[in-house]
């Protein structure tokens, strides 16, 4: 095959990889928009995890659209809170993009970032493993790649069902994690290599492409330290050369002190309460059914006796730091796993180079069989994410009559709203309105504010302490819903109804004016 032909093969094959990847990861939101039931509204989304998450990105941009700033408020609490350089890729594609609808504009730039990602990954695995088509199956599985889930119907089983960044599947959903992961999994690949081959080129790419994650997430330079300080570590004592440490240091240099600068500006911002987000912790079994067979393949080269490369050194400590960080009982927990199906597509690729050498066929039959135990989960979530249309599920679909109080919201001047779940999710995303509460993991103090909302709304509150909270917290508006209803609903003579209709009634407080 000539270098012309094969180059257009390659580039057929890639764009047939990237459609599938998009076609599954996206389709699901244009097909749920298509089929939205008569007196529903659509969501904007029609999502597989932390569909709470999605909408808080839909508000970002629709806040970032308002204010105009490039550094947010969050939109998570009604207090006058610092803001912060927090999402810059959702608040600058927002102030260049105004009067764009903010899900619209979200989605665009889901699948501009999907295809970054996608186009870094074969690039990224080109680099390492020297074969394009190689490297287009690389591509494949890491995209597509599942564990085992697909197996088990209960939720919390398996890993890749049911916590994001296990696989790539949320990863391609949200546009920060899709550009953070191309930075990270670059930062690394490059330090490998600018250590490899010494050269500062790549170190400087490395450095650069870190730099670029800081504002997206610090926390990972925990894991990109431990991962190059043990490879670096390994190669000294391999060939007694201190350059390694010289190249470590220069990273560390440059990348240390915005990181701490950045993380002493995040502190003192309103965005403070992410600092001790405490994700869930993950068991054994669901991670390793989570990963199903990348763990096996993982296993099997990981015993082999075979002499192990520069390369696979390094590929091998990128897993061991990220599992060990992912099962500990503290810190950032499971949220290290991002991005590592690239790894260990990787080593079971250079697997197959060996392999292929003694016999191709068994090699491409090996790929085939693969294949097959990678993708179902993929495709699982697929079907499950197209049937739950059926469902009238509140994720995908608002009813019209909360929609046209929404409008409402959103076309008045005066911000702070209050409202219990799930409204107080799809209010920011829907309006650009400030909330009391939002979703958990932004909102300071949540559990505390969901209670004196509970309270106010139960009508608890004396006249005068429900009017305090209502003046303390910048609240001019009070949501009154079939899910508020269910708590109470507040009768205080300084409400007053300013918008009603069957499924919603929006009450503002009279000192508001």
């Not at 912060?84 to 899900?103: C, G, K, W």
């Not at 309105?433 to 103090?445: A, N, S």
């Not at 209670?451 to 003046?471: D, H, I, M, P, R």
Request: glycine share 6%; net charge positive.
């Amino acid at each position: 095959m000539g270098k012309q032909t094969k180059r257009l093969v390659v580039g057929i094959l890639f764009i047939f990889i990237v459609g599938v990847v998009l076609f599954i990861n996206y389709y699901p939101h244009y097909y749920a928009l298509l089929n939205t039931p008569a007196n529903y509204s659509y969501s904007g989304q029609a999502s597989w995890f932390d569909p709470w998450d999605i909408n808080n990105y839909f508000a970002v941009i629709k806040l970032a659209q308002k204010e105009k700033k490039i550094l947010l408020s969050n939109i998570n609490t009604t207090e006058r809170v610092k803001p912060a350089f927090v999402y810059p890729l959702y608040t600058t594609v927002a102030i260049i993009f105004p009067r764009v609808n903010n899900i619209l504009l979200y989605h665009v730039l889901a699948i501009v970032c999907g295809i970054l990602l996608a186009s870094g990954i074969f690039v990224l695995s080109n680099l390492l493993l020297k074969k394009s088509f190689h490297s287009l199956y690389a591509l494949l599985i890491i995209s597509l790649g599942g564990g085992l889930g697909f197996l088990f119907s209960a939720p919390g089983i398996s890993a890749d069902l049911n916590i994001p960044g296990v696989t790539f599947f949320s990863t391609f959903q949200k546009p920060h994690e899709a550009i953070a992961a191309f930075l990270y999994i670059s930062s690394l690949v490059f330090f490998f290599l600018s250590v490899d081959k010494k050269n500062i080129i790549f170190l400087l790419i490395s450095i650069v492409s870190f730099l670029l994650l800081i504002p997206i997430y610090p926390y990972r330079l925990l894991s990109f330290f431990l991962i190059a300080g043990i490879f670096v570590l390994l190669s000294y004592m391999r060939v007694q050369k201190k350059y390694p440490f010289i190249y470590l240091g220069i990273f560390s240099a440059l990348v240390f002190p915005l990181a701490i600068i950045y993380t002493l500006h995040f502190l003192s911002s309103g965005f403070s309460v992410l600092t001790s987000y405490q994700p869930n912790n993950i068991s054994l079994i669901s991670l390793l059914l989570g990963y199903g067979f990348f763990i096996v393949l993982f296993a099997c080269q990981l015993f082999t006796p075979n002499n192990k490369t520069s390369l696979i050194t390094f590929l091998n400590i990128w897993v061991l730091v990220s599992v060990g960080l992912a099962i500990l009982p503290f810190g950032m927990s499971r949220l290290y796993l991002s991005g590592l199906l690239f790894p260990m597509a990787i080593l079971f690729m250079l697997c197959l180079k060996d392999i292929s050498k003694r016999s191709t066929i068994l090699a491409f039959i090996l790929m085939m069989f693969i294949l097959i135990l990678l993708l179902p989960t993929s495709l699982y979530t697929f079907h499950k994410r197209i049937v739950e249309v059926k469902n009238n599920n509140i994720w995908y679909y608002i009813p019209v009559q909360l929609k046209h109080g929404f409008d409402f919201l959103e076309r008045s001047k005066q911000d702070g709203v209050l409202a219990l779940s799930p409204l107080s999710s799809y209010i920011p995303a829907q309006t650009g309105k400030h909330v009391y509460f939002g979703i958990k993991d932004q909102t300071p103090d949540y559990d505390n504010k969901v209670n004196n909302a509970v309270l106010f709304y139960s009508g608890k509150l004396t006249e005068n302490q429900a009017k305090a909270f209502l003046k303390e917290n910048n609240i001019h508006f009070v949501i009154v819903s079939t899910q508020e209803e269910q708590v109470g609903k507040p009768s205080y003579p300084f409400l007053t109804v300013v918008y009603k209709n069957k499924g919603i009634e929006i009450l503002k407080t009279t000192w508001a004016d």
